[in-house]
């Protein structure tokens, strides 16, 4: 990265390198110019100084991909205002909780998209509790107590050139998967992300398919690519793998990176995907085998990733030249200003290299804080227990490799320690995944006379036998890492994110416990 152009370019002249945004759907292409959607964002910017909108002030964002939402995170850099990023697979209780935690005084919604009834779902929140001002829809109205701004009226706004972007002012919310408490809400201010597209500048090509949605740390960081390269952004409304492959081959997409699903019903389309050339994805389904080999076959290589909302999608990446290491998690920093470390979690001390351990962080990209309840300061004592010594304690299990490259394993809080040893679940899983019937296994830890003991829940074909699963564990696993029981379950119990579903852990401990006692 050129640190030079740091002082130089703002998150709004990072946008403006953007060539064009290419939204796709199953008939058609819309297609935006960087000048169209900078006349845009003057409108939106003087529109909502019209409304009142303050610097520091929040607007949640309940959108699909698209160009509305690109603009909206534009016009915010400008004005200095908060993007509180909302999935749209939210509904009422979630909606409450991150919108109304946030203090957003907007709330943006679609209410054609995919027919969701918004004002429904909206109908069954306290409106107390939300505490919006209005509804910005980008099509009819939303039934409420809050008046409704309808789009094309802010697309009729008086522009406005204000200009307030600085490095310091807040930009942007996620909100933590939340799976064992409230969601925590991550704050990055405008410097780490405009410096994060400039690393990502040498890594992503002319044009970039950003399939996961932005409302999520991985999806916004394709979009930061773009902005960092000058790419064009390919997108859509919500992931096809039939349309992203057509647009891929139809537009010459050079830069995808996604889950591992997505990836692999990618490469299964059969369509010309040679234009390809860096291809990254992270591991979301420890079950699904065979995705960088299946990448392989049509000539894609792809590379595994590392990231988190606290420190953005693409903070390492796998060098492709090293095929036996490619596709593992983690990988080589990728800002040369960035720096990792491995510690003992239960002493703070550091591990040598080859060790595992807990992982550490520090770098230009990381998150300002979690924001506090209201959404006016950081929650310092929430963040400072999360830093060490200015290090930020990523709850993940890791070992570096090198200086600058390390291998992410698992969540520590999904890490085992059995008799008296730290164990990655995914070795248990592994096993059990030997027996052809079985599609997915989860591993968790439960608290029994004697010490922690582990139990698997399947999901399998036919029914399971049990004790033949054990056996079949026992031949090939240390005594202490047999799971007591395997159970057999329909579907796993899961969160919606940003990227897809994340498996409850604590709902599986919970249904492990009743099961065992």
């Not at 796709?24 to 910017?45: G, L, P």
């Not at 076959?297 to 590392?306: E, K, N, P, Q, S």
Request: charged content about 25%; aromatic content about 6%; some cysteine.
């Amino acid at each position: 990265m050129d640190t030079k152009n740091l002082d130089r370019l703002s998150l709004p002249d990072l946008f403006s390198r953007i060539k064009r945004v290419v939204v796709c759907h199953e008939n058609e292409d819309q297609k935006t110019s960087s000048e169209q959607m900078q006349e845009e964002v003057d409108r939106i910017c003087g529109g909502l100084t019209d409304w009142g909108i303050e610097p520091g002030d929040r607007v949640a964002v309940w959108l699909p991909n698209g160009v509305p939402y690109v603009e909206l995170l534009w016009a915010a850099a400008r004005l200095g205002i908060v993007i509180v990023s909302v999935n749209t697979r939210f509904r009422s209780t979630e909606v409450e909780d991150i919108v109304g935690r946030s203090g957003a005084r907007l709330l943006v919604v679609d209410p054609s998209f995919l027919g969701i009834d918004f004002s429904g779902i909206l109908s069954r929140i306290d409106p107390t509790r939300l505490g919006i001002e209005a509804v910005i829809s980008l099509g009819g109205t939303i039934k409420g107590p809050w008046p409704t701004v309808h789009w094309d009226e802010l697309l009729r706004s008086t522009p406005s050139d204000v200009d307030r972007a600085s490095p310091s002012l807040p930009w942007i919310v996620f909100t933590t998967s939340g799976t064992t408490s409230a969601p925590k809400l991550v704050l990055h201010h405008q410097q780490s992300p405009a410096e994060h597209a400039l690393d990502l500048e040498e890594w992503f090509g002319q044009s970039v398919l950003a399939a996961v949605p932005l409302c999520g740390v991985f999806g916004y960081t394709m979009l930061l690519g773009a902005m960092g390269a000058g790419s064009e952004l390919v997108t859509m409304p919500v992931f096809d793998a039939s349309i992203a492959s057509l647009a891929i081959e139809r537009h010459g997409v050079t830069t995808f990176h996604g889950s591992d699903e997505m990836l692999l019903r990618i490469v299964e389309s059969g369509r010309d995907l040679s234009s390809l050339n860096a291809v990254g994805y992270a591991r979301f389904d420890n079950a699904l085998e065979g995705v960088v080999e299946a990448a392989s076959r049509v000539g894609v290589d792809a590379i595994g990733l590392y990231g988190m909302s606290e420190v953005h999608a693409i903070y390492s990446h796998r060098d492709s030249d090293f095929k036996d290491r490619s596709s593992v998690p983690g990988g080589t920093l990728v800002s040369t200003r960035a720096e990792a470390r491995v510690i003992d979690p239960s002493t703070g001390d550091d591990v040598p290299i080859g060790l595992e351990g807990e992982l550490l962080l520090k770098g230009p990209s990381l998150f300002a804080g979690y924001l506090a309840d209201g959404g006016t300061e950081i929650d310092r004592a929430l963040t400072d227990a999360h830093f060490v010594d200015g290090w930020f304690r990523t709850g993940d299990l890791g070992r570096l490799e090198d200086d600058r490259t390390f291998e992410y394993l698992a969540r520590l809080g999904d890490v085992l320690r059995l008799g008296g040893f730290l164990v990655n679940p995914a070795e248990i899983e592994d096993c059990i995944l030997r027996d052809p019937n079985v599609e997915a296994v989860q591993v968790v830890g439960i608290d029994l006379t004697g010490g922690t003991k582990p139990v698997a829940f399947v999901i399998s074909k036919k029914p399971i036998n049990e004790d033949e699963l054990r056996m079949e564990c026992r031949s090939a696993l240390a005594a202490y890492k047999v799971p007591v029981r395997i159970l057999q379950l329909d579907e796993f119990p899961v969160t919606p994110s940003a990227n897809g579903s994340k498996i409850q852990k604590v709902r599986l401990r919970e249904l492990a416990i009743q099961e065992v006692n």
